[in-house]
């Protein structure tokens, strides 16, 4: 009765069922840790067995149902001083790690990101998006990570494991050369060379990252609204008024060192652009039509007078005002320019109009009467 009692405080199967979906290791209980020899280890799939004994890292076991015998358990075995023919109890711990993936964990950028672009110089960016994580190596995560704890959930590495994330991707983003403007076509792109620079020291935690996604990049909310001032602006095409506007408005938000920078990157933005793209559509600007001179003031009639068988002139009509009023000129006179067909009288001709405004000749002096 009393050998029936004593095997009946040992147990004879060990296994995990597990529905939090966020433990990743969990520690088998039992009191004074006495595992009876000949016990049956179920270890289901997506799962891992680790055997610690005497605080060393003995055996790891995959899926599948085991008994724990000598055959099964080599080092464990050279562990353990089987003295009592191997039906005694021995003292283990048994840690489950699931090895399933723990998808949508998230990360981002708690502060802004200083980046040089190569348009519009220094900007801060913003960012942040999802990935899964799964146990690769169930030994060395039980030795880096998790230590003792009974029951580790994925909120306690998540942490580390973003805190990586953010400096590698700071790194990467730094060094790509990417334009901010094309960096939403290249998020898959920048999301392997993050993934990629991460790999050794996620798998120094016995971890690896299956899938990594950048789901935004953003511009501080200054900036966005300067872009989209510059696109409704430049939709109307005065792009002149844009950055009139824009450096109208970084001027007066100069009281405020973020706001000023933050305005000063968004005015110089909207002049690069505009630069770069021209006419609202990207047509290169077309340049300023240059002011026509004056037309020169027509050229004057030349006349010719003949009198007494001679001709004199080329006369402008200023010279032959002159000549009506002191007489040398009358209707009578013969003249001609070129485009006539022949001499004519100056009363026959443009030059009429000069003897309407000469005025006629004084009237005789009366004598007085009695003279």
């Not at 953010?166 to 730094?174: G, M």
């Not at 000549?323 to 070129?338: F, Q």
Request: charged residues 20%; aromatic residues 10%; contains cysteine.
């Amino acid at each position: 009765m009393v050998f029936d009692f004593l095997r009946g405080e040992f147990i004879d199967v060990i296994d995990w069922t597990d529905d939090t979906r966020d433990t990743m290791v969990w520690r088998f209980e039992r009191h004074g840790n006495a595992i009876k020899y000949g016990a049956k280890l179920t270890v289901r799939e997506g799962q891992a067995a680790v055997f610690i004994h005497e605080g060393q890292l003995a055996d790891t076991f995959g899926p599948g149902m085991y008994m724990l015998e000598t055959n099964n358990m080599p080092l464990l075995t050279t562990l353990q001083n089987w003295d009592h023919g191997f039906n005694s109890p021995f003292k283990s711990e048994i840690y489950f790690v699931s090895t399933t993936r723990f998808n949508d964990q998230k990360w981002g950028t708690k502060n802004p990101i200083m980046c040089r672009d190569p348009e519009f110089g220094p900007v801060r960016l913003r960012a942040f998006g999802t990935y899964s994580m799964r146990v690769s190596d169930a030994a060395l995560f039980l030795k880096e990570i998790v230590g003792t704890d009974g029951e580790f959930t994925a909120d306690e590495v998540s942490t580390q494991i973003r805190n990586i994330i953010v400096q590698e991707f700071s790194r990467v983003i730094a060094s790509a050369g990417i334009p901010v403007l094309d960096m939403a076509a290249n998020t898959a792109d920048l999301g392997k060379l993050v993934t990629t620079a991460i790999a050794p020291l996620i798998t120094g935690y016995g971890l690896t990252l299956p899938e990594f996604y950048i789901e935004n990049i953003s511009l501080p909310e200054e900036v966005e609204k300067a872009l989209d001032k510059r696109t409704s602006v430049g939709l109307s095409g005065d792009l002149d008024k844009f950055m009139q506007y824009s450096a109208a408005e970084a001027m007066g938000k100069g009281g405020s060192g973020g706001d000023a920078m933050t305005a000063g990157i968004g005015a110089a933005m909207g002049m690069k652009m505009a630069q770069s793209m021209g006419g609202p559509w990207g047509a290169a600007p077309a340049a300023p039509a240059a002011a026509a001179p004056p037309p020169p003031p027509p050229a004057g009639k030349a006349w010719h007078v003949a009198a007494n068988g001679a001709t004199t002139g080329p006369f402008t009509e200023s010279d032959l005002t002159a000549m009506v009023a002191n007489g040398t000129l009358t209707r009578a006179s013969t003249v001609w320019c070129e485009g006539m067909e022949g001499w004519k009288p100056a009363s026959e001709t443009d030059l009429a109009r000069l003897f309407k405004a000469t005025p006629p000749p004084p009237p005789p002096v009366t004598p007085p009467p009695g003279a």
